[in-house]
């Protein structure tokens, strides 16, 4: 699953029409990760550091979504 997803996201780069489809799987991954990290118990580690960049990295994925949402609308 995880290739899908860099699959995905290296193709949401080169071809503007797919940065939607990019966007959502992003942030599906990375809000998966999450909650599965917090049913988990939030274990100390490696998973931690994971799931801290997961967390911030939600803050520019959802302006990049945004962002592929708002030009697609344009037709840009």
């Given amino acids: 699953m995880f290739f899908t997803v860099v699959v995905i996201a290296i193709f949401a780069i080169i071809d503007p029409t797919v940065r939607r489809l990019g966007a959502v799987v992003a942030a599906i991954s990375m ?4 909650v599965v990290y917090a049913r988990a118990g939030l274990p100390a580690g490696a998973l931690r550091s994971i799931a801290i960049v997961d967390l911030i990295g939600l803050i520019p994925l959802c302006v990049v979504g945004f962002v592929a949402w708002r030009t697609a609308d344009a037709g840009i």
Avoid: K, N, Q, R
């Fill in 31 to 34: 809000v998966a990760f999450l």
